[in-house]
């Protein structure tokens, strides 16, 4: 599924100070004090007596209602020996540099012996800043859908709210703040947000921020509808042989259920296509919602997809709707001969399907057969040519040799008379 995934910001602290405007460190902070006040106690994350540590940092374990001055004992559940490198301080227990493998239940036991506190250790990281999607499937709604981008060994959470960037007169009027929502999770469809009845010529930002007992961290993004725009492929695909014409298919199908029925919000269509033994589609793009084929081979059977678009070209192309086959009628005025031919042919381009539709045109012509015709031209041209020559150069010979013979001198041709008359004749 492009989607559109821009960072604006992320991590805590500092950086998140100095990293979003005025607006949003107001968004942020208020974040921060629902992680804080929310999600810090171990309780609140449904998990009574469960203390939570960072993995490489030093692990305190206390044990309530002693006094530093106390004796204390700790123990740990299924072995009689403290991690190697623990200390006790103060009555509390002290894990240096703590790896998962410290993680278990402990326990805190007075001199005589007897149980004062018991803790289940949990150790994990802090959050990463989670990576972000983001899809509107009609023109009224788009969704968000995200990742964790660390694992952290850690229950999580996540807070997911909106802004609409630019803001109408009376939009400013009611809200001070800029209109601030809800990106509604939906407990079915884990780390997925919704914002519904949304503008399609407005920007939103969106801040998804995840929590865990140890800290939160966010991600900002800037959403255009325009962008991000992907209709649901197209639903219903039909596809069926023309009677008497052995080279065509009807192919029929319909908007898909999502997309909201409006005059002013039309899809465009692309339609792919193949015989199955081949391994090129041909592609087709229409307003319409059916088509027909016309160059389709006759009694094999096709493979046939569609997919829709935004018709003033917005965002991106659907996905390829399920495949619909057909097999075009075959032709029965044709003889046994060209049926052999033909199988042949397509027997010679069989081959594994290809996935990447191929914009050209099935050609149902023998390349060999369009050589052997070029071949045969250019010779039959290449003898006139030369038949042409061998005229002209002859034309050519004939007339210069006359031209000569009528320049020849007078007194020549005299000479030559009289040397050819007898001598009597000449005395």
């Known amino acids: ?109 007075g001199k005589d012996g007897s149980l004062l506190h018991t803790v289940s250790l949990r150790l994990g990281h802090l959050p990463g800043v989670p990576f972000v999607s983001c899809r509107a499937s009609d ?26 960037k630019s803001l109408t007169g009376e939009e400013k009027r009611r809200n001070k703040n800029g209109h601030v929502g809800l990106c509604l999770q939906d407990p079915s469809r884990p780390g997925t ?76 269509f692309r339609l792919q296509y193949r015989p199955i033994i081949h391994r090129s589609w041909s592609v087709i793009e229409t307003v319409n919602l059916s088509e027909v084929i016309t160059d389709a081979f006759a009694g094999l059977e096709h493979v046939v997809q569609v997919s829709a678009k935004d018709f003033l070209d917005a965002g991106n192309w659907s996905e390829w709707s399920a495949e619909a086959r057909a097999t075009p009628v075959r032709d029965l005025a044709s003889t046994a001969s060209e049926e052999t031919t033909t199988d042949a042919r397509l027997e010679s381009l069989a081959e594994e399907p290809s996935q990447a539709p191929n914009p050209e045109p099935i050609n149902g012509s ?16 290449f003898f006139i040519l030369a038949a042409v020559l061998v005229i002209t150069i002859l034309i050519w010979l004939r007339v210069r040799k006359h031209g000569k013979d009528k320049t020849k001198p007078s007194f020549l041709v005299a000479a030559t008379h009289l040397k050819a008359l007898p001598k009597a004749q000449i005395l």
Request: one cysteine or more.
């Open 193 to 268: 947000c919704t914002v519904h009845r949304s503008e399609f010529w407005s920007s939103y930002r969106l801040n998804i921020t995840e929590v865990n007992p140890l800290g939160f961290s966010y991600r900002l993004l800037d959403v255009t509808m325009q962008a991000i725009i992907k209709p649901d492929p197209p639903e219903g695909l039909v596809v069926e042989p023309i009677p008497l014409a052995p080279r065509r298919l009807h192919v029929s199908w319909k908007y898909p259920s999502s997309w909201p029925k409006e005059p002013h919000f039309q899809l465009r």
């Open 366 to 381: 023998d390349p060999m057969e369009k050589m052997a015709v070029l071949v045969s031209l250019g010779i039959f041209a």
């Open 1 to 109: 599924m492009l989607l559109w995934d821009v960072e604006r910001g992320g991590g805590g602290g500092d950086e998140m100070h100095n990293s979003i405007p005025s607006l949003g460190r107001v968004m942020v902070f208020l974040t921060a004090a629902l992680a804080s006040a929310s999600f810090a106690v171990p309780e609140d994350w449904g998990e009574e007596g469960v203390q939570y540590g960072q993995l490489g940092t030093d692990v305190t374990l206390s044990c309530p209602g002693i006094r530093a001055s106390s004796a204390v004992r700790w123990r740990r559940a299924g072995t009689t020996a403290l991690p190697e490198g623990s200390a006790i301080q103060q009555g509390s227990l002290v894990l240096p540099s703590a790896s998962q493998a410290l993680g278990g239940t402990y326990s805190c036991h």
């Open 139 to 164: 023109y009224e709604n788009f969704s968000c859908s995200w990742t964790s981008s660390v694992e952290t060994f850690l229950p999580t959470r996540y807070i997911t709210t909106y802004r609409k």
